[in-house]
């Protein structure tokens, strides 16, 4: 099965890529990723307030500031994983630091 | 119809009670379409009904159930392209030429203990967790379950059809959990089955069939993990409430433990519930189903209200509040510390209850006060708490009773 997880959290830390990356939780999630052979691809994304919405209603194109919907946790990475079921990748998700003070959603990929 | 006829009628509705769940269990065991699964469970019970008047009741219907549906699973997948790619890959099926006659030597796995964990997932919605337990293991129809839940039966019929799909598409994985997840998911299915007992129990005329399927439910989860001492307990709480429920109302006015019959509780009931407790505490690993189930079977083991061991249950209510923390259970704690150490006592925890205001709205705080005060004398202040109850109660049996408690100031 693969399943895009969805990182988010309300955007008030907004840890630095370096404090990312030495981040104990952070490395064990990566460490986690690897034993498991599970990580397609993923990315971090920059903040909703870099965000730009594009919709397109009777055939014009209406660009808005920001996130579609105006909702406490955001965005902010996604991670393409490939495991053996749902509860794997709960398993998975559950290790990663945003986890802990935000959410992550788990979406299975249309295939 | 003849006699032979009726008794082969009983034996398909024994079966169905038995075996549907199993049956059913084990083809999305071997297909994984839930569709497939029931409508060939479906078809196994019609050929039953068509077959046994004329062969016989087979020595082991459950495995003549099992084949039969298998095959009709077989046959469906062989008369398309996709089905006959899906059979290739279910070598175990394609593998099956014998037909039901063969069966009764062979050893079907019990697959049950999946299809529970499966559908009392934590990824499903809890409603449909309970709708689908019932449809998939019970055999309950989706009408029956619809009526069960006062829902119209095309919302019950969406909320099956939605539940089947997550599993299949978010890959819900058709297994028992392993030992990590275990004790999460066991509390999860735990959950579920009470819910359908209390449901059944809540309610009046018709909906009783959902305490015994609940019951029902409960027997198999404890055969299936008999090393495992919360089903049990949840069995014993279910089997001791059960036993009193002929006796909570009368003329449709709710009548509380005190004046209940005791005369009228079911003993054999009571009896087992008991025994399956202490089957359960025998493991030596606590658990909130059986702290609650321990309370049940004070009360039912005790001869009237006033010589009810309150001691022993205020000790209990405390032990389920560090278990599982609720205003509910603190409530329920009052009362009883209230009957072991007096109405000041129990007054005392009711009054750092309703400080607290998370119970504000229940009914059953201002008719618990109301309880006490009277008991302790206070007639005006105790028909204010009543007046205040009747105005939050839920039920038109409660209402009756509070009328009644207003009437007896």
């Given at each position: 099965?693969?399943?895009m997880?969805?990182?988010?959290?309300?955007?008030?830390?907004?840890?630095?890529?370096?404090?990312?990356?030495?981040?104990?939780?952070?490395?064990?999630?990566?460490?986690?990723?690897?034993?498991?052979?599970?990580?397609?691809?993923?990315?971090?994304?920059?903040?909703?307030?870099?965000?730009?919405?594009?919709?397109?209603?009777?055939?014009?194109?209406?660009?808005?500031?920001?996130?579609?919907?105006?909702?406490?946790?955001?965005?902010?990475?996604?991670?393409?994983?490939?495991?053996?079921?749902?509860?794997?990748?709960?398993?998975?998700?559950?290790?990663?630091?945003?986890?802990?003070?935000?959410?992550?959603?788990?979406?299975?990929?249309?295939? | 119809?003849?006699?032979?006829?009726?008794?082969?009628?009983?034996?398909?509705?024994?079966?169905?009670?038995?075996?549907w769940?199993?049956?059913?269990?084990?083809?999305?065991?071997?297909?994984?379409?839930?569709?497939?699964?029931?409508?060939?469970?479906?078809?196994?019970?019609?050929?039953?009904l068509?077959?046994?008047?004329?062969?016989g009741?087979?020595?082991?219907?459950?495995?003549?159930?099992?084949?039969?549906?298998?095959?009709?699973?077989?046959?469906?997948?062989?008369?398309?392209?996709?089905?006959?790619?899906?059979?290739?890959?279910?070598?175990?099926?394609?593998?099956?030429?014998?037909?039901?006659?063969?069966?009764?030597?062979?050893?079907?796995?019990?697959?049950?203990?999946?299809?529970?964990?499966?559908?009392c997932?934590?990824?499903?919605?809890?409603?449909?967790?309970?709708?689908?337990?019932?449809?998939?293991?019970?055999?309950?129809?989706?009408?029956?379950?619809?009526?069960?839940?006062?829902?119209?039966?095309p919302?019950?019929?969406?909320?099956?059809?939605?539940?089947?799909?997550?599993?299949?598409?978010?890959?819900?994985?058709?297994?028992?959990?392993?030992?990590?997840?275990?004790?999460?998911?066991?509390?999860?299915?735990?959950?579920?089955?009470?819910?359908?007992?209390n449901?059944?129990?809540?309610?009046?005329?018709?909906?009783?069939?959902?305490?015994?399927?609940?019951?029902?439910?409960?027997?198999?989860?404890?055969?299936?993990?008999?090393?495992?001492?919360?089903?049990?307990?949840?069995?014993?709480?279910?089997?001791?409430?059960?036993?009193?429920?002929?006796?909570?109302?009368?003329?449709?006015?709710?009548?509380?433990?005190e004046?209940?019959?005791?005369?009228?509780?079911?003993?054999?009931?009571?009896?087992?519930?008991?025994?399956?407790?202490?089957?359960?505490?025998?493991?030596?690993?606590?658990?909130?189903?059986?702290?609650?189930?321990?309370?049940?079977?004070?009360?039912?083991?005790?001869?009237?209200?006033?010589?009810?061991?309150?001691?022993?249950?205020?000790?209990?209510?405390?032990?389920?509040?560090?278990?599982?923390?609720?205003?509910?259970?603190?409530?329920?704690?009052?009362?009883?510390?209230?009957?072991?150490?007096?109405?000041?006592?129990?007054?005392a925890?009711?009054?750092?209850?309703?400080?607290?205001?998370?119970?504000?709205?229940?009914?059953?705080?201002?008719?618990?006060?109301?309880?006490?005060?009277?008991?302790?004398?206070?007639?005006?202040?105790?028909?204010?708490e009543?007046?205040?109850?009747?105005?939050?109660?839920?039920?038109?049996?409660?209402?009756?009773y509070?009328?009644?408690?207003?009437?007896?100031?």
């Amino acid at each position: 099965m693969k399943y895009m997880l969805l990182i988010c959290d309300d955007e008030t830390r907004m840890p630095s890529m370096a404090q990312m990356e030495a981040d104990p939780v952070h490395q064990a999630w990566q460490a986690d990723l690897q034993r498991r052979d599970a990580e397609r691809f993923g990315m971090r994304l920059r903040p909703v307030a870099d965000a730009t919405t594009v919709r397109v209603r009777d055939g014009e194109t209406l660009v808005s500031d920001g996130p579609f919907a105006e909702t406490k946790d955001v965005v902010g990475g996604v991670v393409m994983i490939e495991c053996a079921d749902l509860d794997e990748a709960i398993a998975i998700a559950a290790g990663h630091p945003y986890a802990h003070w935000g959410s992550v959603e788990i979406r299975p990929v249309w295939e | 119809m003849t006699e032979p006829d009726d008794a082969v009628r009983a034996a398909v509705d024994a079966a169905y009670r038995d075996e549907w769940g199993q049956v059913v269990a084990t083809l999305i065991g071997l297909t994984r379409d839930w569709d497939l699964a029931e409508d060939c469970a479906q078809d196994a019970f019609a050929a039953a009904l068509a077959t046994w008047p004329r062969d016989g009741v087979p020595s082991r219907p459950g495995a003549w159930l099992t084949t039969t549906a298998r095959n009709r699973a077989t046959d469906r997948l062989r008369r398309d392209a996709a089905g006959r790619a899906k059979l290739r890959e279910l070598a175990v099926l394609a593998r099956e030429p014998a037909g039901p006659a063969s069966a009764a030597t062979e050893d079907i796995p019990d697959e049950r203990l999946r299809l529970i964990f499966t559908c009392c997932h934590p990824a499903l919605p809890f409603e449909a967790r309970v709708a689908l337990t019932l449809r998939t293991l019970t055999g309950l129809t989706t009408a029956e379950i619809a009526r069960a839940f006062l829902a119209a039966e095309p919302t019950m019929a969406q909320r099956l059809v939605r539940a089947k799909r997550k599993i299949a598409e978010a890959g819900i994985p058709y297994r028992v959990p392993p030992a990590d997840l275990l004790p999460q998911r066991l509390n999860a299915v735990l959950a579920v089955l009470y819910l359908i007992f209390n449901q059944g129990y809540d309610e009046q005329d018709g909906r009783r069939a959902l305490t015994a399927e609940a019951i029902h439910l409960a027997r198999v989860l404890v055969r299936l993990m008999p090393r495992e001492p919360e089903p049990r307990g949840l069995l014993a709480l279910m089997l001791l409430t059960e036993a009193r429920r002929a006796t909570r109302t009368d003329d449709g006015v709710l009548v509380t433990l005190e004046h209940q019959d005791r005369s009228r509780w079911g003993r054999a009931l009571i009896d087992e519930g008991v025994a399956v407790l202490d089957e359960a505490l025998a493991l030596r690993r606590g658990g909130p189903y059986q702290v609650q189930a321990a309370i049940a079977a004070c009360h039912a083991t005790a001869p009237d209200f006033a010589s009810t061991d309150w001691p022993q249950i205020a000790a209990l209510y405390a032990e389920l509040g560090r278990l599982a923390p609720s205003p509910v259970v603190e409530l329920n704690r009052a009362v009883a510390v209230a009957m072991s150490d007096g109405v000041t006592a129990g007054l005392a925890v009711v009054d750092e209850l309703a400080a607290a205001g998370d119970l504000d709205g229940y009914h059953l705080l201002p008719a618990t006060r109301a309880d006490l005060l009277r008991r302790d004398g206070r007639v005006a202040e105790a028909r204010a708490e009543y007046e205040q109850a009747l105005r939050l109660a839920p039920s038109e049996a409660e209402r009756r009773y509070l009328v009644g408690r207003l009437e007896a100031l």
